[in-house]
């Protein structure tokens, strides 16, 4: 039996276990989902993390047990280039601003945000 390779369709991208997977083998797509799967998971427990009844040691617990692992899944299989770190520290930053607020300077009393530093 003899199979014709014009008969099948090359595909382009694909999902395959939650993981999309291209045949670039580019992995900014993927990077790109999982940043948009967390930003919907963090909008899912928005009201507890914004909540004042919560402490602030308990909503990092949340994060850290539920928004992270929804955008790290497959990550091991992610090759890590600078870019794509960065926009993953863009996004945990972000999450961590919002959730511990501003910060009350010890020097002029003022409230800031607080900063990547």
Request: proline share 0%; net charge positive; hydrophobic share 40%.
């Given at each position: 039996m003899r199979i014709d390779n014009?008969?099948?369709e090359r595909v382009e991208e694909f999902k395959y276990l939650g993981t999309n997977l291209t045949n670039q083998n580019s992995?900014?797509?993927?990077?790109?989902?999982?940043l948009s799967l967390g930003n919907t998971c963090y909008h899912s427990v928005q009201n507890l993390l914004s909540s004042r009844l919560l402490s602030k040691n308990l909503k990092l617990k949340i994060y850290r047990t539920i928004i992270l692992p929804v955008v790290f899944y497959g990550c091991?299989?992610?090759?890590?280039i600078l870019r794509k770190e960065r926009k993953l520290r863009?996004?945990?930053?972000?999450?961590?601003?919002?959730?511990l607020g501003p910060r009350r300077d010890g020097v002029t009393g003022e409230w800031r945000r607080l900063h990547n530093e």
């Open positions: 014009s008969t099948f992995i900014m797509e993927e990077i790109k989902s999982r091991e299989t992610w090759s890590q863009v996004f945990e930053n972000r999450v961590l601003r919002r959730i």
